[in-house]
């Protein structure tokens, strides 16, 4: 391989997976299009500075007129253009319909949990993420207002506060003087915070609200060296149990979440913690929450009225920020629409269609592409002065996708003299397509990251086999039904807070006692952190008693979490006609893949399996030597990788630790993957 384009495919990447990392694009396409996003948004910001709750705002429908014309990359343009102006909410599809907004939520703090500025995946050291950000900008608001009103004396501190809010504030420091002063006077400054928000309308949900908010604003941003506080700050955020003897966050009990809420009682509580997130924003900056891929719901008519009901609650109870729905317009017109309230519909009428790609924003297309990997001049010459632009919009525009399809049969004909390479997604085995997801989720920084959403998809999608547990199994709300008498409950667990724990595990030796279970399965991926934990003490005891008699904490190995999440993305894109072949048979195929594992997972419970190892992440060390070496390669595979570095990394740190340079793209490549330098 003597350069980058004999390695990679210029036009292999049809798909945006994130929206935090788009490829170049062309400005003039859709650029209408986000500039009406941006300007909604701008109008939300300029808003907030009248001092009042800015009105609420229709949601705004993208429609394509075909599959592949945009509508992910336009988010992740807007999204770059919203950097310092937004807090930025990639939502993906929830698949229960009891739990759309738990889903919001978690899914709400997850994407907070993103670089406020940067384009990458983690946080360098130091770096603030949109939660740091959203609770320095609250706090600072306060601070300043209370400063200008109270504490005239202040006024050298209140120019640079109000000069740079995020900077000055410096609450992960220790010595930080914003910290410090706020520590000192935070009872005050809450009390203050109370009628000068009432003043402006601004209303929380709950007695004491606004304390407890304020008070976990302000320890999760000086928590950034404290992870166990951070995660308990994270808790109650999630509304997660945070209960009286754990609580060390000194807030109301009453404002902690119960260990026995149900379902229901939790649901509306996150559809309330939502409200009160951008409420609290009025004083910081709007929120954009865009929905993406919501062709899935059309699916199942009921998870499109919910869906539909979500996001006309947002309109109308949701202040402070803009809500944007992504669909194909043949979906939305034939599965979407007809299915939802019409209350709903008038609350999403603003609609922005995108266009097709013409032959002059193609040739702009193909430069770019052409340039990432330095193709040499006789490359450019084979696109732009040969019959291929003619031949490809013979019949007039087409989608983007469609574009890039042909030239990337185009460029592998060109590479191989004459033999055809792959093309388009027509007629492709769905094995083929399968092990490209799979291999693209493993080698993409956060690629397998705990989704909920998935996994319960995944629990769903197993024939004859998946059904609600009982109201009162708080903490197993899954089961399969293996037959009348032989269950397995399943809990899906995202946190490590040991009283959380301690619930499970009590309740697994409750329904040890029931002739019909087999055992009580909690299922975690090993992006998670080991349970128990080592240091719990006390419950740690409790939990491992129960693994010894009926509870089974399996952890999905990063092989078999690819193979779920990679079974969800083709059957998302079945859904949302992205590749050649029906639902249905998407459907069946991923059960048929996925049919090992699940055997696998119902299998009896094995008490003498090897626990796995804990995750290491990278030091800060080895992602700026794997910088280093990426920077002056230019573009190096992985094995060489390891032998520059001396083979001190494996392959999961060099992906993590790519995820936090911004410079560098992780591609996947067989069995392996290749480090890009752009």
Same mark, same amino acid.
């Given at each position: 391989m003597n350069s980058i384009s004999d390695l990679f495919n210029p036009f292999a990447a049809r798909f945006v997976e994130s929206p935090r990392k788009v490829p170049a694009s062309v400005a003039s396409l859709n650029h209408e299009a986000l500039e009406?996003?941006?300007?909604?948004?701008?109008?939300?910001?300029?808003? $907030?500075?009248?001092?009042?709750?800015?009105?609420?705002?229709?949601?705004?429908?993208?429609?394509?007129?075909?599959?592949?014309? @945009?509508?992910?990359?336009?988010?992740?343009?807007?999204?770059?253009?919203?950097?310092?102006?937004?807090?930025?909410?990639?939502?993906?599809?929830? @698949?229960?319909?009891?739990?759309?907004?738990?889903?919001?939520?978690? $899914?709400?703090?997850?994407?907070?949990?993103?670089?406020?500025?940067?384009?990458? !995946?983690?946080?360098?050291?130091?770096?603030?993420? $949109?939660?740091?950000?959203?609770?320095?900008?609250?706090?600072?608001?306060?601070?300043?207002?209370?400063?200008?009103?109270?504490?005239?004396?202040?006024?050298?501190?209140? %120019?640079?506060?109000?000069?740079?809010?995020?900077?000055?504030?410096?609450?992960?420091?220790k010595d930080s003087p914003a910290r410090i002063w706020i520590d000192q006077h935070f009872d005050t400054l809450t009390h203050f915070a109370s009628s000068r928000f009432h003043a402006r309308g601004l209303t929380l949900s709950g007695d004491n609200k606004l304390r407890s908010w304020l008070r976990v604003l302000f320890l999760y941003a000086c928590s950034a060296r404290n992870p166990d506080l951070r995660e308990t700050c994270l808790d109650w955020l999630k509304l997660k149990s945070v209960p009286e003897d754990a609580n060390n966050l000194r807030i109301e009990?009453?404002?902690?979440?119960?260990?026995?809420?149900?379902?229901? #009682?939790? #649901?509306?509580?996150?559809?309330?913690?939502?409200?009160?997130?951008?409420?609290?924003?009025?004083?910081?900056?709007?929120?954009?929450?865009?929905? !993406?891929?919501?062709? /899935?719901?059309?699916?199942?008519?009921?998870?499109?009225?919910?869906?539909?009901?979500?996001?006309?609650?947002?309109?109308?109870?949701?202040?402070?920020?803009?809500?944007?729905?992504?669909?194909?317009?043949?979906?939305?017109?034939?599965?979407?629409?007809?299915?939802?309230?019409?209350?709903?519909?008038? %609350?999403?009428?603003?609609?922005?269609?995108?266009?097709?790609?013409?032959?002059?924003?193609?040739?702009?297309?193909?430069?770019?592409?052409?340039?990432?990997?330095?193709?040499?001049?006789?490359?450019?010459?084979?696109?732009?002065? @040969?019959?291929?632009?003619?031949?490809?919009?013979?019949?007039?525009?087409?989608?983007?996708?469609?574009?890039?399809?042909?030239?990337?049969?185009?460029?592998? /004909?060109?590479?191989?003299?004459?033999?055809?390479?792959?093309?388009?997604?027509?007629?492709?085995?769905?094995?083929?397509?399968?092990?490209?997801?799979?291999?693209?989720?493993?080698?993409?920084?956060?690629?397998?990251?705990?989704?909920?959403?998935?996994?319960?998809?995944?629990?769903?999608?197993?024939?004859? %086999?998946?059904?609600?547990? %009982?109201?009162?199994?708080?903490?197993?709300?899954?089961?399969?039904?293996?037959?009348?008498? !032989?269950?397995?409950?399943?809990?899906?667990?995202e946190g490590a807070h040991h009283f959380k724990w301690k619930a499970i595990a009590q309740e697994s030796q409750r329904l040890s006692k029931q002739v019909s279970t087999r055992k009580c399965m909690a299922l975690r991926t090993s992006e998670q952190e080991l349970i128990p934990r080592k240091t719990w003490k006390a419950i740690g005891p409790i939990v491992r008693n129960a693994q010894a008699t009926n509870l089974e904490i399996r952890i999905l190995s990063r092989e078999e979490t690819a193979d779920i999440y990679a079974a969800w993305a083709l059957y998302s894109k079945a859904c949302q006609g992205d590749i050649d072949h029906a639902t249905e048979d998407v459907l069946r195929f991923c059960r048929q893949q996925l049919r090992p594992l699940g055997k696998n997972l119902a299998a009896a419970y094995n008490r003498e399996q090897p626990a796995p190892s804990p995750r290491t992440d990278p030091s800060s060390d080895l992602i700026k030597r794997i910088k280093i070496a990426v920077r002056d390669a230019r573009f190096i595979g992985f094995e060489q990788l390891v032998a520059h570095l001396g083979g001190t990394v494996s392959l999961e740190q060099a992906i993590r630790a790519s995820g936090s340079i911004p410079q560098i793209t992780t591609v996947p490549h067989p069995n392996t993957a290749v480090f890009l330098w752009s």
């Open positions: 009406r996003l941006v300007q909604r948004v701008r109008f939300l910001a300029h808003s $907030q500075k009248s001092g009042q709750l800015p009105p609420p705002l229709p949601a705004i429908r993208i429609l394509s007129p075909e599959p592949g014309c @945009g509508k992910s990359h336009l988010l992740g343009r807007l999204f770059t253009e919203l950097r310092t102006d937004a807090t930025r909410i990639y939502v993906q599809p929830f @698949g229960n319909e009891g739990t759309a907004w738990t889903s919001l939520l978690q $899914q709400t703090l997850k994407e907070m949990s993103y670089p406020d500025l940067g384009a990458t !995946d983690y946080c360098e050291t130091g770096e603030l993420n $949109q939660l740091d950000a959203f609770a320095s900008g609250v706090l600072a608001y306060i601070a300043a207002v209370y400063i200008e009103s109270e504490e005239p004396c202040y006024s050298e501190f209140l %120019r640079a506060l109000l000069a740079n809010p995020l900077e000055k504030m410096a609450l992960a420091e009990t009453k404002e902690c979440e119960r260990l026995e809420t149900s379902a229901a #009682e939790r #649901e509306e509580k996150c559809r309330h913690r939502i409200r009160d997130l951008t409420m609290l924003a009025t004083v910081f900056r709007p929120f954009v929450f865009c929905f !993406d891929q919501t062709e /899935t719901y059309g699916q199942r008519p009921e998870l499109t009225r919910i869906f539909g009901q979500l996001i006309g609650e947002m309109v109308s109870k949701v202040p402070n920020q803009l809500t944007v729905v992504t669909a194909n317009w043949e979906v939305w017109s034939s599965r979407l629409q007809p299915h939802m309230e019409q209350a709903d519909l008038d %609350r999403m009428n603003d609609t922005v269609t995108l266009k097709l790609m013409g032959q002059t924003e193609a040739q702009d297309l193909l430069s770019l592409r052409l340039e990432s990997v330095a193709a040499p001049p006789e490359v450019h010459a084979h696109f732009h002065e @040969g019959g291929f632009q003619g031949e490809v919009f013979k019949h007039g525009p087409v989608s983007v996708r469609r574009f890039l399809e042909a030239a990337a049969l185009h460029y592998e /004909t060109f590479k191989a003299h004459g033999v055809e390479g792959r093309g388009p997604l027509t007629g492709v085995l769905l094995k083929t397509v399968f092990e490209e997801e799979r291999q693209a989720l493993i080698t993409r920084p956060r690629g397998l990251d705990y989704s909920p959403d998935i996994l319960h998809w995944f629990i769903e999608t197993l024939p004859d %086999r998946a059904h609600p547990a %009982r109201q009162s199994c708080v903490s197993f709300p899954l089961k399969w039904s293996l037959s009348a008498s !032989d269950i397995i409950y399943i809990c899906l667990e």
